[in-house]
T-cell receptor
Framework: GIQVEQSPPDLILQEGANSTLRCNFSDSVNNLQWFHQNPWGQLINLFYIPSGTKQNGRLSATTVATERYSLLYISSSQTTDSGVYFCAVNAGGTSYGKLTFGQGTILTVHP | DAGVIQSPRHEVTEMGQEVTLRCKPISGHDYLFWYRQTMMRGLELLIYFNNNVPIDDSGMPEDRFSAKMPNASFSTLKIQPSEPRDSAVYFC???????????????FGPGTRLTVL
């Protein structure tokens, strides 16, 4: 099946800093989502981005499907950004609909 | 919309007992997914349904696990008998295949934290 690798595994920032999280995947995809799992365990949808670039406030994401990677940018980080960031992909075909998750990036933002 | 609803939010049970987790997908969504999250294995898909029909249950760990979707607004995941290694957070998610730019985007419920003693 498709492989998803996220980097870095851990990231510690001071409030106000910027960061870039990376997601590499091993095959072409028809769905790529970024999630934030907050300290209460909820999975929050950040972006649906199988290709192209999107922005939502301080967050933006870019997926280069031909090169099989996606980047999540967090600018002017805040303590509320802390948590785990997951990239998840769906490769279509016989795996239509099912998401394969990366292992996540644990982000800690200190005040 | 209220989003995906799961119950109970927390469940503590003893080994050997039957556990039933419940999920109500977002109204109008035609796909429903059950995932499990553990420290060791991360987030993994257990089973998913399309229009109430199970499509892929290859992620179900063993025969002790079963899932049903009797109608478009309700699904259950049952573990019988439960074991301590089943302790995890179980998420339900749903999606709509007929969208345009958000094709098959999945939305997750708050999860059920299961502890088997």
């Amino acid at each position: 099946g498709i492989q998803v690798e996220q980097s870095p595994p851990d990231l510690i920032l001071q409030e106000g800093a910027n960061s870039t999280l990376r997601c590499n995947f091993s095959d072409s995809v028809n769905n790529l989502q970024w999630f934030h799992q907050n300290p209460w365990g909820q999975l929050i949808n950040l972006f649906y981005i199988p290709s192209g670039t999107k922005q939502n406030g301080r967050l933006s994401a870019t997926t280069v499907a031909t090169e099989r990677y996606s980047l999540l940018y967090i600018s002017s980080s805040q303590t509320t950004d802390s948590g785990v960031y997951f990239c998840a992909v769906n490769a279509g075909g016989t795996s239509y609909g099912k998401l394969t998750f990366g292992q996540g990036t644990i982000l800690t933002v200190h005040p | 919309d209220a989003g995906v609803i799961q119950s109970p939010r927390h469940e503590v049970t003893e080994m050997g007992q039957e556990v039933t987790l419940r999920c109500k997908p977002i109204s109008g969504h035609d796909y429903l997914f059950w995932y499990r999250q553990t420290m060791m294995r991360g987030l993994e898909l257990l089973i998913y349904f399309n229009n109430n029909v199970p499509i892929d249950d290859s992620g179900m760990p063993e025969d002790r696990f079963s899932a049903k979707m009797p109608n478009a607004s309700f699904s259950t995941l049952k573990i019988q008998p439960s074991e301590p290694r089943d302790s995890a957070v179980y998420f339900c998610a749903s999606s709509f295949s007929g969208g345009s730019h958000s094709y098959n985007e999945q939305f997750f419920g708050p999860g059920t934290r299961l502890t088997v003693l």
